[in-house]
């Protein structure tokens, strides 16, 4: 007997995107407002939308591009990392949004048995992309009450005593759904315990546009960290889907990172 028909146990154990349960319940209701997805109500740059218009004819835009992105995009990106993010060792790679980065990153850095770490309330995507690649094992800190900021003592006990040690901790800051910013003692904390277990750390700054009170958003560096962030939110390119990693280590660990990307996806960016 064979098996058409049937899916993969990874696909029907993967949960069922919290934007399509939301809809359900929406159905057939009247006044309401949605806070499940987060889309701004603004349109992209108006330069950006008169390049497109122009570039549209060009033939290279049609053909494939360079798993990497465009050489003037990436160089763009860097200058912005430098400047922005304070991020100078990094390199860069474009990719088809931040969530594609996100499924590239677990597909290069772990196998099906191993263990990872992510912080309540969490992005729903993220705990999606775990399951869909067979990364089931997903241990889930709590944050604090008052603040919902990651519980670092939680990560530090949990990164001692599970063995094998978690291969990946993720964090998203500004956080989805929490909306609170990390502070950077406590980031840097969380880095400090991740480097010194000798796992990664992956953070996702789709938010970093995203600050009130005052507040700076602020990027780590170090060769176990890798950063992630998207043109959807503050750029309203929702659809355009654009998103960029940056890594220290960008040479030697994401050259699988290409491979993975190239087969999975190409991005005229
Ligand atoms: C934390 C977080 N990361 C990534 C994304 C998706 O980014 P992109 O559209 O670049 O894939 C979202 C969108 O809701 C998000 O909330």
Same mark, same amino acid.
């Given at each position: 007997?064979?098996?058409?028909?049937?899916?993969?146990?990874?696909?029907?154990?993967?949960?069922?995107?919290?934007?399509?349960?939301?809809?359900?319940?929406?159905?057939?209701?009247?006044?309401?407002?949605?806070?499940?997805?987060?889309?701004?109500?603004?349109?992209?740059?108006?330069?950006?939308?008169?390049?497109?218009?122009?570039?549209?004819?060009?033939?290279?835009?049609?053909?494939?591009?360079?798993?990497?992105?465009?050489?003037?995009?990436?160089?763009?990106?860097?200058?912005?990392?430098?400047?922005?993010?304070?991020?100078?060792?990094?390199?860069?790679?474009?990719?088809?949004?931040?969530?594609?980065?996100?499924?590239? #990153?677990?597909?290069?850095?772990? /196998? %099906? &048995?191993?263990?990872? $770490?992510?912080?309540?309330? @969490?992005?729903?995507?993220? +705990?999606?992309?775990?399951?869909?690649?067979?990364?089931?094992?997903?241990?889930?800190?709590?944050?604090?009450?008052?603040?919902?900021?990651?519980?670092?003592?939680?990560?530090?006990?949990?990164?001692?005593?599970?063995?094998?040690?978690?291969?990946?901790?993720?964090?998203?800051?500004?956080?989805?759904?929490?909306?609170?910013?990390?502070?950077?003692?406590?980031?840097?904390? #969380?880095?400090?315990?991740?480097? /010194? %277990? &000798?796992?990664?750390? $992956?953070?996702?700054?789709? @938010?970093?546009?995203?600050? +009130?009170?005052?507040?700076?958003?602020?990027?780590?560096?170090?060769?176990?960290?890798?950063?992630?962030?998207?043109?959807?939110?503050?750029?309203?390119?929702?659809?355009?889907?654009?998103?960029?990693?940056?890594?220290?280590?960008?040479?030697?660990?994401?050259?699988?990172?290409?491979?993975?990307?190239?087969?999975?996806?190409?991005?005229?960016?």
């Amino acid at each position: 007997m064979g098996s058409f028909g049937m899916l993969a146990k990874r696909a029907l154990l993967t949960d069922t995107p919290v934007m399509v349960q939301i809809q359900e319940l929406m159905r057939g209701v009247k006044d309401y407002v949605s806070l499940a997805q987060g889309v701004v109500y603004w349109q992209p740059p108006k330069q950006a939308l008169e390049k497109v218009q122009q570039l549209v004819w060009e033939p290279v835009i049609s053909r494939y591009g360079a798993d990497e992105g465009l050489p003037e995009l990436r160089e763009a990106l860097l200058k912005k990392l430098q400047q922005e993010n304070n991020l100078h060792r990094s390199s860069v790679m474009v990719t088809a949004g931040a969530n594609q980065a996100f499924v590239n #990153i677990v597909l290069t850095l772990c /196998d %099906a &048995g191993d263990s990872v $770490v992510m912080f309540a309330p @969490y992005y729903f995507n993220s +705990y999606m992309s775990f399951q869909m690649t067979g990364v089931t094992d997903i241990l889930v800190g709590p944050g604090d009450p008052k603040t919902l900021h990651p519980d670092a003592d939680w990560l530090e006990r949990t990164l001692k005593d599970t063995k094998p040690t978690p291969k990946l901790v993720t964090v998203v800051n500004p956080g989805n759904p929490s909306g609170t910013y990390i502070p950077q003692p406590l980031l840097q904390r #969380i880095s400090d315990l991740c480097r /010194d %277990a &000798g796992c990664w750390l $992956v953070v996702d700054n789709t @938010y970093e546009y995203f600050m +009130y009170d005052g507040l700076k958003h602020v990027c780590l560096e170090a060769d176990h960290i890798v950063n992630i962030f998207s043109f959807s939110k503050a750029y309203g390119m929702m659809g355009w889907r654009v998103g960029y990693v940056s890594d220290v280590m960008f040479d030697k660990n994401f050259k699988c990172f290409g491979q993975e990307k190239s087969s999975l996806c190409f991005c005229f960016a």
